[in-house]
């Protein structure tokens, strides 16, 4: 029996229990999503798309699915530390409601979302699924067929969260495990936020996450969509976040993968009214067999929006990095200005990276540039550090990080910028970050 097979089999089986304890509106389009799973299947390098990641190994280990909703006790503490913010957790792909919380501002709430859905099922209806539902991606499809709960933030009209939400995804369990989890996120006209998701492992076996983020950002809104991924060699991460922005929205995201297996991040972001304007950053540190997966889309479909790309990845040991961008501009959606730059560093002769950039127009009064590098350490710099008593390591680490700084730059929380100054200086040095609670980090 193919991989596949095994899941549509398990589906049709237990379809009732996935279906019991959820919303009307996590269930309204769950048997469309398997059939549009079935059809599809687990996307494979023969996928245009998956050119450069087979996922197909992932997919193949036996995992187990909390079908039931059984309780998974878990004690965590993401140290990221003076952020000063709202706290929640998911485990899994179970929310888990924490207290005592700050009080919000008035109309803000933020919950689980099987949650939000049994209490506000017009809101979340509104626009649950409102992405992902389009999407013809395999991964999305079977997160939509198998998802039960994740987290839900909604900022109503003209409010602005005074301190950053920070969601902290924690994976525990004590056999193979996948788990999917769905996040949504809503940021009403002129209301403001900001959003830090930490990823970690918290157990020794093989995890497989597959995680959709929809985000929907109003007129004149803005927000902020920080990542960090902090998990274990023996993690599979599948990421997808869609954005899709009203005029003259104001958006930054900024991922960073400081430790991995192999993680697949897909990225697209909507630009639906005009003077939007986007900035998407990421960062991505890989060493030993890892491998770090960005797929970006970034579509203008009105006049007078703008996009700022920077992914940057340094890569050592046997690490593989990939890098997938294209900006597509609408007809009519003229005076677009959009740029896209993808650098990379390989510091050893058996780190690869793969680099596809792509721009697709439509309309001619428009500002587009594109353009990817891959290169080694600078050995005029090495020679000249060496030259004034700096040892070869510490002059490899000071190139290192000077390379990656622009995209650390572009973090606009100050006490989160510090911490993953500190992060990444650490990683570079050899050193896992260092989470409280985590058996990996310890």
Do not use: W
Not at 59 to 88: E, H, K, T
Not at 127 to 143: I, L, V, W
Not at 168 to 195: C, P
Request: aromatic share 10%; with cysteine; proline share 4%.
């Amino acid at each position: 029996m193919s991989i596949e097979q095994s899941y549509i089999e398990l589906y049709k089986e237990h379809h009732a229990d996935l279906k019991k304890p959820c919303a009307d509106v996590l269930n309204a389009g769950r048997d469309e999503a398997f059939n549009r799973f079935e059809s599809l299947g687990f996307p494979t390098t023969r996928n245009e798309d998956y050119l450069y990641t087979d996922l197909s190994k992932s997919f193949s280990v036996d995992y187990g699915l909390n079908l039931n909703r059984l309780y998974i006790p878990v004690a965590f503490r993401c140290d990221v530390p003076s952020i000063n913010g709202y706290l929640y957790y998911v485990v899994n792909d179970s929310f888990y409601a924490t207290q005592p919380q700050p009080a919000l501002p008035e109309g803000v709430i933020i919950c689980g979302l099987n949650e939000a859905a049994q209490k506000y099922p017009e809101l979340v209806a509104k626009y649950y699924n409102r992405q992902a539902g389009k999407s013809k991606t395999a991964t999305m499809a079977f997160n939509e067929a198998f998802v039960q709960d994740g987290f839900f933030m909604y900022v109503p009209k003209g409010v602005v969260l005074p301190k950053p939400v920070q969601l902290v995804d924690i994976m525990r369990a004590d056999v193979d495990f996948m788990a999917n989890s769905r996040n949504l996120v809503i940021i009403e006209e002129g209301a403001k936020a900001q959003l830090l998701e930490c990823a970690h492992t918290q157990d020794p076996v093989q995890f497989l996450c597959n995680r959709v983020t929809e985000v929907f950002v109003g007129e004149n809104a803005s927000f902020e969509y920080y990542s960090l991924e902090n998990t274990h060699n023996k993690t599979t991460n599948i990421s997808s976040l869609l954005v899709k922005q009203e005029a003259s929205s104001n958006v930054l995201i900024n991922a960073v993968t400081l430790h991995n297996g192999l993680t697949r991040n897909n990225v697209q972001v909507d630009l639906d009214g005009e003077n939007a304007e986007v900035m998407l950053c990421g960062m991505a540190i890989g060493d030993k067999n890892q491998q770090v997966d960005n797929f970006t889309l970034i579509n203008h479909n009105t006049p007078h929006c703008r996009s700022h790309e920077l992914f940057k990845y340094v890569l050592d040991d046997s690490a593989v990095g990939a890098f997938a961008g294209k900006i597509y501009v609408a007809p009519g959606a003229q005076k677009t200005e959009a740029l896209m730059t993808n650098k990379n560093l390989c510091a050893t002769p058996t780190a690869k990276m793969k680099a596809k950039p792509q721009l697709e127009i439509y309309a001619d009064d428009v500002k587009c540039s594109h353009g990817a590098t891959v290169g080694q350490l600078d050995e005029a710099a090495l020679f000249y550090m060496r030259s004034r008593g700096i040892s070869v390591k510490e002059a490899k680490l000071l190139l290192k990080f000077a390379f990656a700084a622009d995209v650390i730059e572009n973090i606009r929380i100050d006490a989160l910028k510090d911490r993953i100054h500190l992060l990444v200086e650490k990683r570079f040095r050899g050193e896992l970050s260092k989470c409280a609670g985590c058996v990996i980090c310890q």
